[in-house]
C-alpha cells in the first residue's frame, strides 16, 4: 500500500465513525426525549384540569391552600395554639411547642407581621399536596442586630389528617434578608 492509500483508509475510517457518532447521539437523545415525556407527572390543578395524579377543583385548592392561610393569621395573631393545630403530626417533635412558643414571643416583641405574596399548588394525590408559597415577613424598624425582615419561597408538604390538611414538612428554596 502507498502512502495516499493510508491517507485515503484513514479518512473513510474517520467519516464511519462520524456516521456512527451521529447514530449513537441521535439514540441517546431520543432515548432521552422518550424518558422525559414518560417521566413528566406536572398537574394542572388551576381550574379543574386533569393531571398526571389526580382532578383537583377550584373549591378543594382553596382548602388546601387555606391551611397555609391559618397558619400566617395564627402567626399575626400570636396565637400558638392555632399554630400547632396547623401542623401535621410529623412536625411536632420534642421541643417544637416550645420552639413556636418562642418564636411568637419574638414575634410580639418585634410586631413582626407576614403576609402571603403568593401561593399555589403544585400537587395533590390522595391525601398529600405541596404547595409553592412566597411569603414576606417585616418588622416596623429594620434592626440590624436582630433582622427578622425576609422574603422567601417554601415548599410545603401537605397531610390529611383528621380531615384537615396539616403541614408535614417544609423546606426553604429562597430566602432573601
Not at 4 to 16: G, Q
Not at 31 to 55: Q, R, W
Not at 78 to 107: C, H, P, T, V, W
Amino acid at each position: 500500500m502507498y502512502r495516499n492509500d493510508y491517507i485515503i483508509l484513514f479518512i473513510i475510517l474517520l467519516e464511519l465513525e462520524r456516521k456512527l457518532l451521529k447514530r449513537i447521539l441521535l439514540v441517546i437523545f431520543a432515548v432521552i426525549f422518550v424518558l422525559s415525556a414518560c417521566g413528566n407527572k406536572n398537574v394542572t390543578v388551576d381550574s379543574g384540569k386533569e393531571g398526571s395524579e389526580t382532578v383537583v377543583n377550584e373549591a378543594e385548592e382553596k382548602i388546601i391552600l387555606k391551611a397555609y392561610e391559618d397558619l400566617v393569621a395564627a402567626y399575626n395573631n400570636r396565637d400558638a395554639n392555632a399554630a400547632l393545630e396547623i401542623y401535621g403530626s410529623s412536625m411536632k417533635k420534642d421541643g417544637f411547642a416550645e420552639e413556636i412558643e418562642e418564636i411568637m414571643q419574638k414575634y410580639t416583641e418585634l410586631d413582626v407581621t407576614v403576609t402571603i405574596d403568593e401561593q399555589k399548588l403544585l400537587y395533590k394525590k390522595d391525601n398529600e399536596a405541596l404547595i409553592d408559597v412566597i411569603s414576606t415577613t417585616r418588622t416596623p424598624e429594620f434592626d440590624p442586630y436582630s433582622n427578622w425582615q425576609n422574603d422567601r419561597r417554601v415548599i410545603y408538604l401537605l397531610t390529611k389528617e383528621e380531615d384537615q390538611w396539616k403541614i408535614s414538612s417544609e423546606r426553604v428554596v429562597n430566602l432573601l434578608i
